[in-house]
């Protein structure tokens, strides 16, 4: 079992940037993919991106693709979301999750969620 906390979040404007860092509790940390979601105001939670257990394989969603990265550091429990060029449409609350499964991009295979940090993008 794994618990994670995010921070991070914040008010920012486009084109700004951002890192999200969500620290995880537990010694199985580098045995659990993780992943980062948003969830905007009256829309469903959606998959930002994805990190393998080593950290030698990351994924994107189409939409932030070249403007986020995901990186993690197994030895400080710590997954990060590099976050660049900052749109209002990024605006959401933030999530970070893990999963015993590989390369999944679908909520509901992911078993452990923080409470999620805001962070809002103004135009």
């Known amino acids: 079992q794994v618990h994670v906390v995010e921070s991070g979040g914040g008010l920012v404007q486009a084109g700004d940037s951002l890192r999200l860092s969500c620290a995880a509790s537990g010694r199985t940390f580098s045995s659990y993919t993780m992943g980062w979601f948003r969830q905007a105001p009256g829309k469903e939670r959606e998959f930002v991106a994805g990190?393998?257990?080593?950290?030698?394989?990351?994924y994107y969603a189409d939409s932030v693709k070249g403007r986020f990265t995901i990186s993690r550091d197994n030895a400080k429990n710590t997954v990060y979301l590099q976050m660049t060029s900052l749109k209002p449409e990024d605006t959401a609350d933030y999530y970070c999750a893990a999963t015993s499964r590989i390369r999944v991009r679908e909520a509901y295979e992911y078993d452990y969620w923080g409470q999620g940090t805001q962070v809002t993008v103004s135009s």
């Open positions: 990190i393998s257990r080593s950290g030698f394989t990351t």
